[in-house]
Nanobody, 124 residues
Framework: QVQLVESGGGLVQAGGSLRLSCAAS????????MGWFRQAPGKEREFVAA????????YYPDSVKGRFTISRDNAKNTVYLQMNSLKPEDTAVYYC?????????????????WGQGTQVTVSS
């Protein structure tokens, strides 16, 4: 089992940057693939990024490709989401998620463990 705690959210102007962090408990962090998802008010949860256990593979939807970068530090049990060129439509609660072997990294139902979320607000 793994527990996840996100941090780094906040208020930023359009065009700005934020880096989210997700700290995981336990000694088996490197066995988990990790994902970031977001949910805006009144909308369904949306895939943002995913990374393999080693960090060698990453996945993004077109909506964030080229602006967001997911990375991980297995020695620190932490996954990051660097968000650049932020837009008002990026406003949402951002969640990190973990799973031992997500067949479809972009599908939220593949992930067993979730953090509590961190709010990101982008002003225009």
């Amino acid at each position: 089992q793994v527990q996840l705690v996100e941090s780094g959210g906040g208020l930023v102007q359009a065009g700005g940057s934020l880096r989210l962090s997700c700290a995981a408990s336990g000694r088996t962090f490197s066995k988990y693939a990790m994902g970031w998802f977001r949910q805006a008010p009144g909308k369904e949860r949306e895939f943002v990024a995913a990374i393999s256990r080693s960090g060698g593979s990453t996945y993004y939807p077109d909506s964030v490709k080229g602006r967001f970068t997911i990375s991980r530090d297995n020695a620190k049990n932490t996954v990051y989401l660097q968000m650049n060129s932020l837009k008002p439509e990026d406003t949402a609660v951002y969640y990190c998620a973990a799973d031992l072997n997500p067949v479809r990294p972009a599908a939220d139902r593949e992930y067993d463990y979730w953090g509590q979320g961190t709010q990101v607000t982008v002003s225009s």
